[in-house]
Nanobody
Framework: QGQLVESGGGLVQAGASLRLACAASGRTIRRYTMGWFRQAPGKEREFVAAITSGGGTISYTDSVKGRFTISRDNAKNTVYLQMSNLKPEDTAVYYC??????????????????WGQGTQVTVSS
């Protein structure tokens, strides 16, 4: 059923920017809502951002609003997360995922059925 692979993570200083990418192979993401989630040590996995299949609906968790931008390029079968003004509290493994349903928007973790392996983002003070 294909695979999602995240890339672009790394170690940066506070205030820096990173762009994460999530490339899908073996399946098309064209009709799926795509989301980014993150999990910090000792914490539950949490919602970060999501975007509908056509990009018409976008949602962010409050802590990243104004700093992160989610986008997608369906022709490249890829979704992105542009992160700016990174803070130490953004440190986490970042995962991308697609929903079970096509053309369906949700930020609920349980509605996402296909997950990547994650990419580490570490922000130092």
């Amino acid at each position: 059923q294909g695979q999602l692979v995240e890339s672009g993570g790394g170690l940066v200083q506070a205030g820096a920017s990173l762009r994460l990418a999530c490339a899908a192979s073996g399946r098309t993401i064209r009709r799926y809502t795509m989301g980014w989630f993150r999990q910090a040590p000792g914490k539950e996995r949490e919602f970060v951002a999501a975007i509908t299949s056509g990009g018409g609906t976008i949602s962010y968790t409050d802590s990243v609003k104004g700093r992160f931008t989610i986008s997608r390029d369906n022709a490249k079968n890829t979704v992105y997360l542009q992160m700016s003004n990174l803070k130490p509290e953004d440190t986490a493994v970042y995962y991308c995922a697609s929903t079970f349903r096509t053309d369906y928007f949700t930020i609920r973790l349980s509605e996402y059925g296909y997950w990547g392996q994650g990419t580490q983002v570490t922000v130092s003070s």
